[in-house]
Structure formats: C-alpha cells, structure tokens
C-alpha cells in the first residue's frame, strides 16, 4: 500500500511539474514586449481616456498624436496583434491534452477487500493524443509567424492613419489659402467694376462693364464655393479626430514649413523596400508557411498516450499507446496543401516587392518635381512677379500707367502665388506616402542611415 501511494506520489509530482509548461518559440518574449509598449494608449477603457488635447492652431504632431489615440480601426488591428500573440500561448502549451483520471471498482463476493476491488488509473484524454514536443513547439512557431504578420499590418495601419491625416490636414491648409487669394482677387475685380462704370459713362464701351460685373459674379461664387469647401474638410479632419464635425480648427495664414527630406534617393529607396510594413508582413507569413509545412510532415510521426494504473494491493502498471499515422493519404493531402500555400505567400511577396518599389520610384519622383517647382517658382518666378506688381504701382502713381494694368499684375502675382502653394502642398503629398509606402517617418532617416544603406 505504501508503495502504491509513493508511486502516485511522484506521478502527481512529474504532472504537476509539466502542466502548464509553455515551448514558447525564440522571439516571442521580445514580440509581446513590443505589443505591450504599442498598447499603452489603449489599455485604459474607452470611457476613460482622456485623448491629447488640440491648441487653436495645431501642429500636424498634435494632430496625428489625437488621430492615434482615438482612431478605432487602429485600435482593432492592436487587438488583432495580441489575439495572435495569445494564440501562440495557447498552441504552445504542453502536454496539449488533458489529464483523464479515472477510478473503477469491482462488485465481487469474494474475500478481497474494498481497496484490492478498486482501480484508480491515470492518463491522458483519448479524444486528443499527446504529441511530440517537436510538433507543439513547430506549431507554436506557425503561429507566432502569424503574429508577427499581425504586428507588421498594425503597423502598417498606423503609417496608413497618418497619411490619411496628414493628406486631409493638407487639403485644408490648401483650401484655406485658395480661399485666401480668392478673396484678394475678389477685391480687385471689385475695384475694376467700380472703374469701368465711370468709363462708360465718358464714352467708354458699355461691354467692358458688363465683362467686369460678369467677373466679379464669378470671383464671389468662387469665394462661396472654398468656403463650403473648406468648412466640408475642416468637418472631415474633426471626424477623423474623433471631433465634433463643427469643432473649430485653425489652420494659420502661412503654409506649413516644408519637411526636411533625405537627399540620397538611392538610400530612400532601400529603406523604404527593407522597412515596407507589408512586405515585412508577407516575409513574415512565408516563414509561418514555411513552419506549417514543416509541421505538416511532422505529422508523419506517431503520437502517443502513456498511462499508469493500480489496482489495491494487487497490481500496479504502466503503459503506452501509440497511435500509428496511418491516413497517409490526409498527411500528404496537408503537406502538398502547405506546399501549395508556401508558394502562394512567396509569389505574393515577390510581386508585392516589385509593386512597393514602383510606387515609391513613382512617388519619389513626383516629391522632387514638386520640390523643384515650388523652388523655382518660389525663388525666381514669385520674385519677378512681386517686383512687376511693384513697379507697376509705382508707374500708377506717377500717373505713367492705368488701373487695369496694375490690376491686371496684381491678378498675376495671385495667380503666381497659388502656384507656389499647389506645389508646396504637392510636396508634402508625396512625402506622407513615402512615409506610408516605407513604414518610417522620414525624420528618423539619419545621415549615418543614409550612408549605411547605399
């Protein structure tokens, strides 16, 4: 009896010892770490966060830090992040069945007592076989791939929300100087309108006041129009930072200062196709497929059931089933489909890299022809159209040149301003969707970086 009990004893012992052991797979610790750090914001309720709070005349920091913490697709991919981390947990486990035990007695007449009748006997569940810590550890890595995935698309998501917000803020600060100039333009067409109907009555042509009225009517339903513009996009932003639609929103009267740029497009290149957030995410998922079929043939390996029983004093007894893999057809059925999968993922990857650096060529190509226009024409053109408007005035005075010609310069130097502005934003365009299609805000791109990545 003695010994019976001590027998039970140290197997209470080795279950207790190995329930709940974990063969977590080389880079989860260090996975979940960065899980854990991106979901600071979240970690209160709903209810009880308090988002950042926006000045009169944000900053497109202030903006993209309230649009992070409110936005809730963002948040969702979060969660889809530590729902796969927890999946790897879950696969992890080891043993993956549970202990079945169990306990019979015998109805007899016999001389024997109650305990030799009684039967008490430990394994684990049939429903499930016990499996070889290779599989469970080889699954364990699938899934962490797929964790890893999820972290690269909320990443991405991330770089997506900023573009988002950074092109809305944009749109904005362009309608608000088209409006700008609009209302400058309006003034001296009205200027013009109210000449043209003295000349008429000197002997002028009575069409050269119509066309006047004709275009002023014009300029005060393009005024009309930028501001339901602007007030359409001031309430998109708001949405996007979870405002109210009519919350104010200052923009400024200057344009934003242009983002300091790296000047090596070789070296943009490469980050932006090494650090792409889909493509990590694709690299990420073939090396999952690539465990998955690893585990597939693993399947080719028996699974086993071991069990201990006593019976009183009379018999004591250890065991082991072996469950032989014996639907091969199944098991090759799993490793061609893995097969198969293996190769979709790294088709993928391959076109998606292939498509990635198009897209950035592209839009790298277009931030430097915008750069290049808003110079030329901030420092040669806008120049030369200000001291025109100048001396045009100055000539209007000394009474050597008429009000419609100097008006008519003044027209132009608007024209010539809008220009600057349209470029200018272009810029920060295409700025934002390098930092999107890289996955890395172009400000933390050092020049140290630049060189290391020719």
């Known amino acids: 009896m003695r010994g019976s009990w001590q027998l039970w004893g140290a197997s209470g012992l080795i279950v207790v010892g190995v329930a709940g052991c974990m063969l977590a797979p080389d880079g989860y610790d260090e996975e979940r770490e960065l899980a854990e750090a991106a979901g600071e914001p979240y970690e209160a309720a709903v209810s009880e966060r308090v988002l950042p709070e926006i000045g009169e005349q944000p900053t497109w920091r202030e903006l993209l830090a309230r649009a992070f913490a409110a936005n809730g697709e963002l948040e969702a991919a979060y969660f889809e992040w530590r729902a796969a981390l927890e999946r790897v947990q879950q696969v992890a486990g080891w043993p993956n069945t549970s202990l079945m035990p169990s306990f019979s007695t015998m109805f007899s007449d016999g001389s ?157 290149l490469a980050l932006g196709v090494e650090a792409n957030p889909e493509l990590a995410a694709l690299v990420n998922q073939i090396s999952g497929r690539e465990n998955a079929l690893e585990l597939a043939r693993l399947m080719y390996l028996p699974n086993i059931n071991p069990f201990a029983a006593l ?35 790294r088709a993928m990857e391959r076109q998606t890299r292939l498509d990635r650096a198009s897209r950035f060529v592209a839009a790298l190509l277009v931030l430097r022809n915008s750069a290049r226009e808003a110079e030329l024409f901030n420092n040669s053109v806008l120049p030369a159209a200000q001291l025109m408007a100048d001396t045009m005035e100055q000539s209007y005075s000394a009474g050597r040149t008429d009000l419609t010609a100097l008006i008519e310069t003044q027209r132009m130097l608007l024209e010539v301003r809008l220009v600057v502005a349209e470029a200018r934003i272009e810029r920060e365009r295409r700025a934002a969707e390098i930092e999107q299609l890289a996955g890395i805000d172009l400000e933390t791109i050092s020049p140290e970086r630049e060189r290391s990545n020719p």
């Open 311 to 345: 019976t009183g004093g009379i018999s004591r007894m250890l065991g082991l089933a072996v469950m032989l893999p014996t639907n091969l057809p199944e098991i090759r059925g799993g490793i061609a489909e893995a097969r198969a999968m293996l190769a979709e993922a």
């Open 112 to 268: 024997m007592t109650a305990w030799d009748r009684s039967t008490i006997s430990l394994g684990f569940d049939g429903s499930e076989n016990l499996e070889f810590p290779v599989k469970t550890r080889k699954a364990a890595e699938v899934a962490l791939a797929e964790a890893q995935a999820a972290g690269e698309r909320f990443r991405a998501a991330k770089f997506t929300l900023q573009r988002q917000v950074l092109d809305a803020w944009l749109d904005l600060t362009l309608a608000e100087e088209r409006l700008r100039l609009a209302r400058a333009d309006l003034e001296l067409l009205r200027v013009v309108a109210a000449t043209a109907a003295p000349r008429v009555e000197s002997g002028g042509p009575q069409s050269e006041l119509i066309r006047a009225e004709i275009e002023v009517r014009e300029a005060e339903n393009r005024v009309l129009s930028l501001e339901a513009e602007a007030r359409a996009l001031r309430a998109a932003l708001n949405g996007q930072l979870a405002r109210e639609p009519g919350a104010p929103l200052g923009i400024g009267d200057a344009l934003p200062e242009p983002r300091a740029l790296p000047e090596d497009d070789a070296a943009v």
